[in-house]
């Protein structure tokens, strides 16, 4: 199986398959009555390494390297651009290996001359491609991805998992914009945000169970049914949120993802702490399926929807929402128990 029909593929197979969004229910707002802000001055700007949003919300990862992948790359670049929004491209390895495939990529910037754009490549690259991934676009940021159950569904992926945290280091040092280490689907834990903040790295974006299911995507590829349960592997999106919150705490930026697709999980997710959320499989479906006036419709009407969400609890801003009670309960509260994750910075709001 060569990585151009992998990466069409990943996107035929997204298309084809349900969309799921992550489960906040564990975690409630407080209203408030009195809230004290005027709902036309809310301010929705955030910043992920020092880079300013216009919006809380960016498209995420998604792909890239392949002819179909270019004119996908440029619905989205127009639609990010449109909407003011950041976006993340796919895996640039392809392009790596094969410079025709540059063009793949490069496509998002000619489209979003002025956007703020994230190069994307696994966390096993050289230093030296990682290098050249993020020349290739003028990236804001690079994103390194770490998909390790979606590489044991391939029957052509990776086994040799040695030695990653070493070379996200060594990526990390040669690098000339800010990182970011992201999961693609399957939580990232607090012993992860350990080892990651450990070495110095500042920005992880959670990539959390809930969305996007990357072993249901390959066992689909390769016609394969596998264990039940062994789909639902994976720490859900709400529960890595605040695994890697404790961790992180205001050292860095944490980005929430994984079937983030709707004003609440988004509104929960600002509120706990992210800086920004991340949206891959989603805005796919509605760019390509329903057209890009369409999704910038959905876009402006889940902004709207954060806006009222925020002039309830009175958040005047980003900074401020995060300062506003949640109250996390259930299974999500027993978790964190459990596996002794402090919550008593939400309690003390
Ligand atoms: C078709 C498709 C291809 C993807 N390819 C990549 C990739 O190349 N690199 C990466 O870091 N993440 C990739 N992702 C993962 C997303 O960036 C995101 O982490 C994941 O889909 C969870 O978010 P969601 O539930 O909003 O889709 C891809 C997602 C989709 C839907």
Not at 106 to 121: D, H, L, Q, S
Not at 165 to 188: A, H, Q, T, Y
Not at 269 to 295: H, N, R, T, W
Request: hydrophobic residues 45%; proline residues 3%.
């Amino acid at each position: 199986m060569t990585r151009i029909s992998r990466k069409d593929d990943h996107i035929n197979f997204s298309m084809e398959l349900p969309t799921h969004s992550a489960d906040f229910k564990d975690c409630a707002f407080v209203h408030m009555s009195l809230p004290g802000v005027d709902f036309d001055n809310i301010d929705l700007k955030t910043t992920i390494a020092g880079l300013s949003l216009s919006l809380p919300i960016f498209i995420n990862a998604i792909t890239g390297g392949t002819l179909l992948s270019k004119e996908i790359n440029s619905k989205l670049a127009s639609a990010a651009r449109k909407a003011g929004i950041a976006m993340a491209v796919g895996s640039q390895m392809a392009a790596i290996e094969n410079k025709e495939m540059e063009r793949t990529f490069k496509v998002v910037r000619e489209i979003y001359p002025e956007g703020i754009v994230f190069a994307n490549i696994g966390a096993y690259a050289k230093p030296k491609d990682a290098e050249k991934a993020v020349k290739m676009l003028e990236a804001s940021a690079l994103q390194l991805h770490l998909n390790v159950p979606q590489e044991l569904l391939m029957s052509e992926g990776d086994r040799h998992f040695k030695g990653y945290l070493d070379n996200i280091k060594r990526i990390k040092e040669n690098i000339s914009v800010p990182l970011i280490v992201k999961e693609v689907g399957f939580g990232m834990s607090r012993e992860t945000a350990l080892k990651l903040t450990g070495i110095g790295v500042k920005i992880l974006d959670i990539g959390g169970r809930g969305g996007t299911n990357f072993m249901q995507i390959e066992a689909s590829r390769r016609g394969i049914q596998p264990d039940k349960e062994l789909l639902n592997w994976g720490i859900p999106t709400l529960t890595s949120l605040l695994e890697v919150m404790d961790v992180v705490k205001n050292n860095g930026d944490v980005i929430a993802s994984g079937g983030i697709n709707n004003a609440m999980t988004a509104a929960k997710s600002l509120c706990l702490g992210a800086k920004a959320v991340g949206i891959a499989g989603l805005p796919i479906k509605i760019i390509l399926e329903q057209g890009e006036d369409f999704f910038l419709k959905w876009l402006e009407n889940l902004m709207y929807n954060l806006k009222i969400i925020m002039a309830m609890v009175g958040a005047a801003n980003i900074e401020d929402f995060r300062n506003k009670p949640l109250v996390i309960t259930g299974e999500t509260a027993c978790w964190m128990d459990k596996r002794g994750v402090d919550l008593s910075w939400l309690a003390r709001r």
